[in-house]
């Protein structure tokens, strides 16, 4: 039997550090001692406040009460993202966690959607999505398990604070047994023998051993792109975007506190606005070749809708990922991983699968090869298929600006052109395993930046097409019903998680 893993150190207190030590933690035996090291004097990115719907097994699986977690995190709940001025100048659509209304007959409903579009039937295809609707009119209430009900077929996430997130986990896993020490790590030790990590030095001269390092230092990498010399795969060539100015502003005036995160494209880059109990989190993201640090800075603080709680803050950074995520004895989490800009709100989903896949492939203190090269495809797919996904926004434009025009004409990955070729024939959608999004994602994004399907599913003409027309109205004005009856947002946090 192989020596059990007896002692685990967590380098950086992050979202990244605080989320795999919960998970950890939550998942290991008692007597695995974690411990981990984060420095305040650095401290963390600061920014990282919007999910997609996975952050609730996340959250369900380590043990944390939804309600609470709002309380503690002033956290408001999200439908989707709306996209404004994708596509093109004057645009908007929106991209639900939710579907446009299953299978019908094992037909898709956005193959019956099509059929009657080309029938001349111009009911916009989000009118079928209950999620959609719903967030427009700045409503929510959580899905109904019924799948026979109209409110079935939509999940939801979150929007926190990503700070009082971090230190709510901090106060849940200290109080199940993670040791946690406030120092800088000054030295990254490794062994003569085999190139493992032995122990970090401290700057105040402690040295702490462990038998597996988890690197969650976020960009700087200390450990695996620092110390083993992990190299990192640059992607600034499908994602220029490279900087961000990120700025709080005074909370939206209740009830207008909108289920979704907005995405407003601009002339080198898009802003985000992020809607939160206490404040709204907004931020440019832009390409430093296409427009100046100052021009970006001035673009955002003229699209701001409320006046600015503190100084803009600017965050530089490289799109891509380290070439390996587990490198001898040493596993990177966050953004110590690497980077792809927040469009999808995919970072946190990154986490949350790198520690859910470390436990699934949990090693012994002897790392086992296999072990570590599976956990190396599986987040490499993952890489692979948000990138892509990503680049989808960009490719489908037809903005005018010279960003805009570089990703309409660039060479995308084989991958995208593939499944870009099979929705625009057939509308088919391809999912991949370890995608981190499903068909009705890939469909807004296809939908919202104008590619249609040039023909539908054959099998839907099996089906008359008044018996598929009255199907969809049933649906459409099930929606609507459901629409006028939930309560606005803002209601529904007072109502179901109030302040203590
Ligand atoms: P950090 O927050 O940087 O934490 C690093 C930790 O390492 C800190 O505790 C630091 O003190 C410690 N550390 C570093 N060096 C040392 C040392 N020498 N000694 C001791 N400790 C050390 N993600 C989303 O999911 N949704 C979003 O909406 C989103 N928006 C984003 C917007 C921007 C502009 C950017 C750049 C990122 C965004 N992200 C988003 C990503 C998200 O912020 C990160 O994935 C998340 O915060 C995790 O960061 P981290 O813990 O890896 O790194």
């Given at each position: ?59 369900e ?11 503690a ?25 939710g ?140 994602l ?5 100015w ?9 009830p ?85 800009e927040?469009l ?48 989808a ?15 309409a ?47 539908y ?16 109205q ?14 606005f ?12």
């Amino acid at each position: 039997m192989a020596e059990p893993i007896r002692k685990i150190i967590i380098a950086g207190g992050g979202t990244a550090g605080w989320m795999t030590a919960a998970a950890l933690r939550t998942s290991l035996a008692q007597d695995v001692e974690i411990l981990l090291i984060e420095s305040e004097d650095i401290g963390t990115i600061g920014v990282g406040e919007a999910t997609i719907p996975t952050i609730r097994l996340f959250n369900e699986h380590v043990g944390i009460d939804e309600r609470s977690f709002i309380r503690a995190t002033e956290a408001t709940f999200k439908l989707g993202i709306e996209f404004q001025g994708w596509g093109h100048e004057g645009n908007r659509y929106f991209h639900p966690f939710g579907d446009y209304g299953g299978t019908h007959e094992g037909l898709a409903a956005h193959q019956i959607w099509r059929r009657l579009n080309l029938a001349g039937d111009h009911t916009p295809l989000e009118a079928y999505s209950v999620g959609t609707q719903m967030a427009y009119a700045g409503k929510f209430f959580p899905p109904n398990p019924d799948p026979r009900s109209p409110m079935h077929d939509y999940s939801y996430a979150f929007h926190f604070d990503a700070g009082l997130y971090a230190r709510f986990l901090r106060q849940h896993c200290e109080q199940r047994g993670v040791r946690r020490l406030n120092a800088k790590i000054a030295n990254v030790n490794l062994r003569g023998e085999d190139g493992y990590i032995d122990s970090l030095t401290l700057d105040d001269g402690r040295v702490e051993t462990a038998d597996l390092f988890i690197d969650c230092t976020g960009f700087r990498a200390l450990l695996l792109g620092g110390a083993l010399g992990v190299p990192f795969v640059d992607w600034s060539h499908y994602l220029p975007v490279d900087r961000a100015w990120a700025v709080p502003t005074a909370k939206a005036a209740s009830p207008a506190i909108m289920p979704f995160t907005r995405s407003t494209a601009h002339e080198a880059g898009w802003q985000w606005r992020i809607p939160l109990q206490h404040r709204t989190g907004n931020g440019h993201v832009f390409s430093s070749s296409h427009i100046s640090e100052q021009a970006a800075l001035d673009t955002l603080m003229q699209n701001l809708d409320a006046p600015p709680l503190k100084d803009p803050m600017l965050i530089r950074f490289k799109t891509g990922h380290r070439q390996r995520f587990w490198e001898k004895n040493c596993v990177a989490v966050g953004l110590a991983t690497g980077f792809l800009e927040p469009l999808e709100s995919t970072s946190i989903n990154f986490i949350q699968n790198a520690a859910i896949r470390l436990l699934e492939l949990f090693p012994a203190k002897e790392i086992d090869p296999y072990l570590r090269d599976e956990y190396n495809l599986r987040n490499q797919a993952s890489y692979d298929y948000v990138r892509d996904f990503i680049i989808a926004h960009y490719c489908l434009n037809s903005r005018e600006g010279e960003l805009w025009r570089h990703c309409a004409n660039m060479p995308i990955p084989d991958d995208l052109q593939w499944k870009l070729e099979l929705y625009r024939r057939r509308g088919e959608v391809l999912i991949r395993k370890f995608d981190h999004f499903h068909e009705p994602s890939w469909i807004s994004i296809y939908h919202g930046h104008g590619l249609r399907a040039a023909a539908y599913d054959p099998l839907a003409d099996r089906i008359p097409l008044e018996t598929l027309s009255a199907l969809m109205q049933r649906r459409r004005e099930g929606i609507q019903r459901v629409v006028a009856q939930v309560p606005f947002h803002a209601e529904f946090i007072a109502k179901h998680c109030p302040s203590e």
